[in-house]
């Protein structure tokens, strides 16, 4: 029972907590509206929702298709160097503080 808390609450630090993480990282360098907003907010807490537990079950190939899917999605935005890097920096801060979250839960449920 005290596992499947301590998963929950890993999972849940890092779907939530990660949009704050992001979003001061990327306060830093101005706001890109270019789309629906608050769709990259939603977007990243999908992405997380989804990479988080398949850290949990080591299928951790799948996390590269997760983001290869959400490239192919973005690729003629890609062009435009500004936003690429912006882009990348923010998936990159929502993917690495998912993995690093979840690696941290699989750390305090092997205690």
Do not use: C
């Amino acid at each position: 029972m005290l596992r499947a808390f301590v998963y929950v609450v890993g999972f849940t630090i890092a779907v939530f907590g990660g949009s704050t993480y992001v979003e001061r990282i990327l306060k830093q360098f101005g706001k890109r509206n270019r789309g629906i907003e608050g769709a990259g907010k939603i977007i990243g807490m999908l992405e997380r929702s989804v990479v988080v537990p398949l850290i949990f079950v080591g299928a951790y190939e799948a996390v590269g298709l997760v983001l290869m899917a959400k490239s192919i999605a973005r690729f003629e935005q890609l062009r435009d160097r500004t936003f690429a890097e912006y882009y990348l920096i923010g998936t990159l801060a929502s993917l690495s503080f998912g993995v690093m979250v979840a690696l941290l839960t699989q750390v305090a449920v092997s205690i």
